[in-house]
């Protein structure tokens, strides 16, 4: 589906176009075109590739929507790929964008059920002055905007990160905080993926040999990087917060385990007493002289409580009860 | 055995061709000798690294099928090694591929008990337009066709992990959940030692300096870099989440024999009791007034029955029945 | 807020400025400005960005307070942010200083509850000849104590690892040991937060090739890496140490918990002795002779003492009592 | 020991020489000497040492068979040291093998009880037409075959963590599953410390910048590089596999734990319930009716069976017994 | 304190001279002196800080002795920092050494306890070829005896993991060997901290680019720099084996644990029949003919006797005995 097809001059909007128009546009000196596509089949690309001139694996990969992320060098185009993530219900939802950008053009689709970009051109439009810098600025806008978005994700894991631990030195939920954990980690390795690449490709528009479509814009695609590395950090921090409660919770299972183990022994030990008492009274032994005390039976009642109160107090300080 | 022998001029299938004959359409401008061999041995392969001119080494390593996948450059000509893995029971195949590609000629060494190549030499005479390219397209359709049989390998690993942790936070499957990771972290290794090595080497197709052979087609040897990269990567998710799965393996036994003691300790203490009741009544003194009532007996076994009952309920209230 | 505002000539004080008149000053030879800001909003920075010419992109980061810390060029600018960590009742309290120097002005905006830069400017005005190597001696100034502050944070750290491994041995604390690991963990994930792209960033500024603005100065920034390089080590130590005290945990509880099951197995035994001689005893048996005899339940009694305290001795000479 | 002192000529073997013949060969054209000791002391090494300008450091290193496996340039010479490494009686014996080889000239010095060169000689005299590549052929001839000689060894290494692996699910065995694990993990470390600095140093004798020696050569030690990659390989996957199959071990001790305390469980909880029947009728309460019925003991003994053999069922259909 | 201040020329030790005629002896061609300090205080480095030209920074490096072990260039001066360790009683003692060399001098600042370098001058007096190559030479002697001196501290180490290597597998010890090993990993630590990064730096000595006062003596810190890896090889065997020590020391303990289970349950089993045996014939059923057997005592002592015997035979064949 064709969302928007646009041609600006000097940083402004002039109109809607058609895609028939497009090389007319692009012919002429500071002017590009904006085409925003949503979920195009082949069909629907195909006059853009001829226009734009796109590499079939490019093309490829933009309708293919499971591409690493990565930037792509195509002459004096680029070819971005980018995964877009949002949360829905707890769930991370994962979709794709490309963005193909070029001397007098820039083309995104996106592959993702969620929000499109309809917010990044209104922005683009009210700051001329910086939308004249041509694709590499939209470029950047799309990048940012993808890259924006990924922070509340990581939010997200980490408030569920922080509910788990609020959780995981509390007794009896060592084994949901476990499944909760694991499913934690997925999540995380999934966004780790979507980062990852992104900040490795994105450092090449920025520093050193720097293609040619960036060198004026260079300074935005090191901000967009820069926002990378720090998801990537809070990711990898995620990441071995997580391992390490996992180690944690074992821990606290053992734990618990040990102290069961301390409580049903004392308890063992103190039934056991009273049992051994009433078997010795319960011996058939013709002199037991106790047997035939007038308070014999209370006495022996008294005695195995005393004994076994004795024992639990004993059992109390020293902290196995 | 020889598979194939045939001679391309400008992308076109000229015809079969006898090995003896080969010299003479190598010397034909914008023609080229694709030959294609299964299982061969050393005798089978003499007359090819004589017409070819290929390194001793190398063909050491096209016969020894267990190489490490590797892109070796001899003068203009390259050599390519890779595995070839398919999943057949449940269990990996693996094989080896080897592929000498230089001017006016490509060699395929196959030694894996699968499926060949006629789909690939198929398809690339279906595009004339692109094998016109020569040795080095072919040597791309050929690396292509192996990168993608590795995804539904991949997918096997990813399904059964996927199946092993359905089973893992239910009781009683903790033995043969480990079995089936351990087992499957040896196929990730295998697969990983496929992907790993050639995604490495394959990265010296592209990009800064590259062999003259592929100065023409880099972006191709770029898209097979992509799709091992995404390999690599869903590997190692599947690697480091069999880490995390037998940890948590090892926490959800440790937490199933926790709450197997607390209901044998919960149980342990519900029989003393009875058992402490039972014996105080059998003791032999003489004046316990209870045991001569009418209803001494029933009465007992109600005590009996009630202070075992209690507990139970406590038990139940506390979780540890 | 404005904290000061200040001109400096040839390394000496001349005089509070007023925001207005920078420009006057910095046009002058050999000389240079240095501004002080806390917890500016946008409107105060307005003037300084005016005047100093801040790209929109740094001063952004400088207002947000979550950056990563880095060095960024901007043409002959330097733009850099700090993580400032401070300890306070056991808790890391962090905050943000950012810092633009460019050719004859230094602007630092704090974002911190804790100390300001006073002391820095006091200790620089006192060494005028380092100070009249202008803004990146003063760039280098505060770099040097944001880092010198990291000191005392990472010694509380170890302090309290210290604290945790003197208690780890002793047993019964294997939960409170659990809980202080966990959070001294993510104490250190912070610290390193702040201090490894700090020290990555600050390794740009000597050596091979040095913003312009640097390049008289490289050895004390040489000098702030090795200290950041320093922490980060023992950041690492403690890391590590944590990571191998939480598997020592694990152990030490093992082992307790083994030694618990030792004594309640022993004394399970002693107690089912005296168990079993008291039901032999109860038994109803016609012709049981030593039922009859006249000190057969003292003899009885004392069979079962010395079984029991026989076997207690044996328990006790193979450690498990 | 001298083993061996030989002149070659155009790959040709001349003939044996004394030592102090050796300038004289070395200063013919296309002739070098090559020469082999076995355990020399300083007196034996001197005279080379002096022939062949070899620098004190390196004649040091190849007296003390305990160096790091490394190619270090001396000039137009080149010095190499590596382990040797062999099986016996399922231990690994290792010693050193140092070569030093420069313009007409290679001496190889050996420190290890096994197996000699003797063949390596024997086939390179075969071969004269590679051998006349002169001394650099020798020293690959030399490496070659050292790094062949892993292979039997990784190859043990392996076979003995497939016979653990066998073991390993095995029940009751997990005692000397860990004690074969431990000692092989270190025989790996070793074989790994042999293999990667070799890895690491024999890269750069080919590809970019390549000692004049090895200029014609390359393509040989390239090949060497090659195989001791595949050994570092396999030698990393025995590594790997060796800490999941620790973990697995202690997994499978905790299951089988697991499994021993149902068992007890369970039938602690069949001998409760006989205990307590039997201490109810055990009881002294003048009025128990079924104690004076006629088959009253028989039916108590059934009923108490029937108790048990129920549980017992049960247990069995849970999976407890 | 002032060990020594010696004037060489050509290598030879020219005398002992004053601090104030260094000057002068620096002044004379192919000269240079060598000052050694222990202990000193920022007065006593004050006069050499003028003389030789130091770097302020160095400077303090040098007094403060926690310095990161490093390799710095200060123009054509360098400056070296080394940790010097040493083992008393079990202990690893610690101190920092501190070198300036540049031409025509050489300083070393030690603060460390133990043993000082006057050997390291004797054996350098004792070769005057090659200590006339000067500072550098001198420096590189310095190094190298530190570095030597670190082996028997690595050696210390592994000798007292190889102990608790023999006491891992013997039952009872887990918990001194815990914490013995804990002890070590952090030994480990201290001495990687010293010869990681001073094997990192000295890699900056010899190879490409070299400091011009090193470039004539550049082999000899090849030298240093590979008995550095050697020894880091070492410290990380240790440490990996540490590692694994930990995970095997737990899972000896998971395995002490359940061999003591099974004795648990099989002794269990056993007193538990003899007491339902007990339990049944202390039944008060009217009708038990076997109470008036003439031998039913004896032979329900016998039967007891029989059930217990035959239970033990039966674990001890099971293994659980």
Known sequence: MIVNCVAYEQGHRLRDIRPADIADYMARPNCFVWVALHNPDKEE???FETVF????????????????PKVEEYGEALF??????????????????????GPGYVLSVRQHPGQGFAGVRKRCEHEPELLKQGPSFVLYALMDVIVDRYFPVVEALEAELESI??????????????????QLKRQTM?????????????AHLFGGRVPALCLDTQEYFRDVY????RIEMAVETVRETIITAIQVNLSMVA????????????????FAVATILAGVWGMNFAHMPELDWRFGYPLALALMGLACGGLYRRFRRTGWL
């Open 80 to 101: 971005v790929t980018m995964h877009m993530i949002t949360v829905a219900d707890g769930e991370l939802v994962s979709g794709q964008v490309a963005v193909f950008a």
């Open 165 to 182: 631990e609020d959780q995981i030195f509390v007794r009896g939920t060592a084994r949901s905080s476990l499944e909760r954990l694991y």
């Open 255 to 270: 734990i618990d385990e040990s102290e069961v183990h301390k409580r049903l022994a004392a308890w063992a030990a103190i």
């Open 190 to 202: 999934q966004v780790k993926h979507a980062v990852t690449p992104l900040a490795e490709a994105s």
């Open 226 to 229: 820069d926002h990378l590395h």
């Open 53 to 68: 001139d796109l590499h079939e694996l490019a093309v490829e990969d933009a309708l293919h929507g499971e591409q690493r």
């Open 45 to 47: 690309l195909a006059p």
